[in-house]
């Protein structure tokens, strides 16, 4: 089992500096999502390759997943998709990234790392300050996509997203994925891990207000 980088280790206190988006996008005036724990890409070179009405970003905090997934993306030509190394939580927090943020559309998390122990939560990648910054930043009607299989996360990650009053939780069964980030509704890995397995699925989505 792959053991959890420390996000809140120094090594991730330097911010990698992302270029501009008319660098990184062929057309930087798509919506964009950003999937934050992006870990090998997959989900989002299918993304990419099957949405090419949308800009797409990975944040991942493994440095060795972030180079060779830029890599491929080299490879492959692909001009609607790049990665960013480091703590989702640092760089949201950072001025030289705000540019990014007015282009957000939406968001993902999925299955992030739970980390069980009480004095560990401090290390899960949803915090009250990175919420905070998200309801400061993203536009009105943003989304943000949320799954895990951890019952006891859920809560953790549900109760500090709606403590903030500028989000709320959109009706699932009403909601056009069509529209979405999504329209193919591609699993990543982990929901292929927890589908295969029989495991149960949380998931909620919630709008800016
Ligand atoms: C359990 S994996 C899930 C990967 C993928 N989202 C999926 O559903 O298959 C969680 C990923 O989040 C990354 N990660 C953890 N904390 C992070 C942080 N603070 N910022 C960015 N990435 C983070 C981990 O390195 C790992 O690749």
Redesign the pocket.
């Known amino acids: 089992m792959r053991q959890h ?1 420390n ?1 809140l280790s120094k090594n991730f206190h330097k911010i990698e500096i992302i270029p501009p988006m008319n660098i990184i996008f062929e057309n930087p005036e798509l919506p964009l999502h950003i999937d ?4 090998s890409g997959d ?1 989002l070179f299918s993304l990419a390759s099957e949405n090419k009405n949308w800009n797409y970003l990975g ?4 440095e060795k ?1 972030v180079k060779n997934c830029r890599l491929k993306s080299l490879d492959r030509k692909i001009r609607n998709l790049y990665f960013a190394f480091g ?3 640092n760089i949201f927090n950072e001025p030289q990234y705000k540019f990014l943020i007015d282009y957000v559309s939406s968001i993902s998390i ?4 739970p980390w069980f122990k009480k004095k560990h939560y401090k290390r899960r ?1 949803i915090q009250p300050a990175l919420i905070q910054i998200l309801s400061i930043s993203l536009k009105k009607g943003s989304l943000i996509f949320l799954k895990t299989d951890v019952a006891e996360l859920f809560d953790y990650m549900n109760f500090t997203i709606l403590n903030n009053l500028s989000f709320e939780k959109l009706n699932k069964k009403d909601f056009n994925y069509s529209l979405s980030f999504n329209p193919n509704r591609i699993k ?4 292929k891990y927890v589908i295969k397995n029989k495991l149960r699925i949380f998931e909620r989505i919630y709008t800016k207000n």
């Open positions: 980088v996000p934050i724990g992006s870990a989900f944040i991942e905090i493994r997943l703590n989702a939580n999925n299955f992030p790392d990648v990543t890995n982990r929901e």
